[in-house]
């Protein structure tokens, strides 16, 4: 079994810093997805990345997917208070399912 | 917009007592899953359906818990009789016909559940 681990644990910063998140695998990585799941609600998803060193933005944030494809980064540029968060990582096992990481909590502070 | 529905979003009941869940899948949705989130950890697949049929219930402790989606639209978890351990959030996702087009799960809000 696949084992994803996601880093860190816990990151509270300031508004306005800058922040990145990891995930990596014991193995290569079909696709790897990642989600943001705000308190009480269920996640959503933010991008898939397919490719080895691929790269994807979405505004403020910016998805690398390792050249191996055994790890990927999450970088938010400008942190907002709107970025809190947990952000979940999932990496595609079997032909239609994705297993989750642990998660990292975000907490941004105006 | 078109979401994914549940019910009831928060359920509180005793150890060894019956508890079900609901989940109205995104229209035209064929794939349906359903997954148990632990506080601070992530989603685990529970059980996943292709139309009413089951694909994928290798990790649902199937002697408390069984899931149904009888006409291929809506659906049922069950736990029977509720442990303590059960205590966290269900959440249901649709996602398109496995094999037709780019694949991406639509989460429901989910049913937080606490067993006392």
């Known amino acids: 079994t696949q084992l994803l681990e996601q880093s860190p644990q816990f990151l509270s910063i300031q508004e306005g810093e800058n922040l990145t998140v990891y995930c990596n695998s014991s193995s290569v990585f079909s696709s790897l997805q990642w989600y943001r799941q705000e308190p009480g609600e269920g996640p959503v998803l933010l991008v898939t990345v397919v490719t080895g060193g691929e790269v994807k933005k979405l505004k403020r944030l910016t998805f690398q997917f390792g050249d191996a494809r055994k790890d990927s980064s999450l970088h938010i540029t400008a942190a907002q208070p709107g970025d809190t968060g947990l952000y979940l990582c999932?990496?595609?096992?079997?032909?239609?399912?994705?297993?989750f990481g642990t998660g990292t909590r975000l907490k941004v502070l105006a | 917009e078109a979401e994914v529905a549940q019910s009831p979003r928060y359920k509180i009941t005793e150890k060894s007592q019956a508890v079900a869940f609901w989940c109205d899948p995104i229209s035209g949705h064929a794939t349906l899953y359903w997954y148990r989130q632990i506080l601070g950890q992530g989603p685990e697949l529970l059980v996943q359906?292709?139309?009413?049929?089951?694909?994928?219930d290798s990790q649902l402790p199937k002697d408390r818990f069984s899931a149904e989606r009888l006409k291929g639209v809506d659906s049922t978890l069950k736990i029977q009789p509720a442990e303590l351990g059960d205590s966290a959030m269900y959440l249901c996702?649709?996602?398109?016909?496995?094999?037709?087009?780019?694949?991406?799960?639509?989460f429901g809000p989910g049913t937080r559940l606490t067993v006392l």
């Open positions: 359906f292709q139309d009413e049929s089951v694909v994928d």
């Open positions: 999932a990496e595609k096992s079997g032909t239609y399912k994705y297993i």
């Open positions: 996702a649709s996602s398109g016909r496995l094999g037709q087009g780019r694949f991406e799960q639509f």
